[in-house]
């Protein structure tokens, strides 16, 4: 099926409608971490991807106000992962790919045009498996690799299981959850012979690679890993020429006023990885993808759009978060939808080749895969 080179990946209207507010309560809690909203209180909570016994957490963080260079960002408040995603989340969207393909053997659940919109591309068989698991794939090492489209395809398959709004932050989003309010170089303060309390980077990593995730403190609003261990991707490019504006003439919304790319690559990734110093792991670090680079050992052509391959890589990965307050499906599809005409031509071609796969997800899903699973 041949892809347009702009998809609208977007959700249906019914994808949204949740059963219960999950993460929010009427009453005030008597202990542990809160945030309040006009809506109620916003607690921390974890629940499991449908279909899986997988547990994944997430923490309320609170709005507030931020600058980021010449810009100054309102944020709303938002829940964001206690961990990175991990290869466990990771493997479960990856297996898609087999469960597309058999769905489109045997004629169930086709994607058409008028579906479109409620489908994602799964990301292909690891050419090279070994390379990017040379450092280990232990379920809860965060899974790296990924490129950011293949990111925001893994959050819009969880928002169709859960019908919960799940996507990457924004770069203002992160920095805010990332210092908690701390005005200093990390969360918890400017020396950087702390930064081992919080954080596996160069000077402290036993062996090459990430780590498992949480094994060091957070910070004040339960955040483990936001410096080092894996870069996180955000939403943002990394070209000034498509910037939303400056404090001058307007506070801007870190949910929506973001940098818009530009190019297929130049995106940014926050926080630093396990193969950085420790003035690389600020609050304010940053990688900028390049897919010369971060491609080079790819033998396809096109290069993936789903995976990288070369350093530093293997210390790319990222986090979700999920809005307070739910939006509509079409603007919930600037988070989701393929945003330059070479990745569309990528995926458009690895779909002609029948080398990708292409699925609906919603919250049949799960039950559509245990069925397809007890028919063999």
């Not at 202990?31 to 309040?36: A, D, K, M, Q, T």
Request: charged share 25%.
């Amino acid at each position: 099926m041949k892809l347009p080179a702009l998809v609208a990946c977007v959700l249906s209207a019914t994808a949204f409608a949740g059963d219960s507010p999950l993460g929010l309560t009427a009453d005030k809690p008597a202990e542990g971490r809160f945030v309040e909203t006009d809506r109620g209180f916003m607690v921390p909570y974890q629940t499991t991807i449908p279909g899986t016994g997988i547990e994944f957490h997430m923490e309320p963080i609170p709005g507030g106000e931020i600058n980021l260079g010449v810009r100054r960002y309102r944020i709303d408040p938002f829940w964001m992962g206690r961990y990175e995603i991990t290869w466990r989340e990771y493997k479960e969207f990856m297996g898609l790919y087999e469960t597309f393909k058999r769905f489109q053997l045997t004629g169930q659940r086709t994607v058409t045009e008028e579906n479109q919109i409620d489908a994602i591309t799964a990301p292909t068989p690891l050419y090279e498996p070994t390379h990017t698991f040379e450092y280990g794939e232990e379920p809860r090492q965060p899974a790296v690799t990924v490129t950011q489209y293949s990111a925001k395809q893994y959050t819009k398959w969880l928002a169709g299981i859960t019908g919960l709004q799940h996507r990457l932050p924004s770069e203002a989003e992160w920095e805010h959850a990332c210092r908690a309010r701390a005005a200093t170089a990390y969360h918890f303060g400017s020396d950087p012979r702390q930064l081992g309390k919080y954080a596996w980077y160069a000077a402290n990593v036993p062996d090459k690679g990430t780590e498992l995730v949480g094994q060091k403190l957070p910070n004040a609003w339960g955040l483990h890993d936001m410096h080092g261990n894996a870069a996180e991707w955000v939403l943002d490019g990394a070209d000034s020429d498509n910037d939303p504006g400056t404090p001058s003439n307007r506070l801007l919304n870190a949910a929506t006023d973001w940098v818009r790319p530009t190019a297929p690559d130049r995106r940014k990734v926050c926080g630093g990885s396990w193969e950085l110093s420790a003035e690389q792991c600020t609050c304010t670090s940053r990688l900028i993808s390049n897919d010369t680079e971060w491609k080079e050992r790819d033998p396809n052509l096109p290069l993936s759009p789903w995976w990288l391959t070369s350093d530093p890589a293997r210390g790319v990965g990222f986090r979700i978060i999920r809005p307070h307050r739910e939006i509509s499906r079409d603007d919930m599809e600037d988070y989701w939808k393929i945003d330059h005409e070479c990745i569309g031509y990528d995926v458009g071609d690895r779909m002609d080749e029948g080398r990708g796969a292409f699925g609906l997800v919603d919250r049949d899903l799960p039950e559509a895969i245990r069925a397809l699973n007890a028919s063999r």
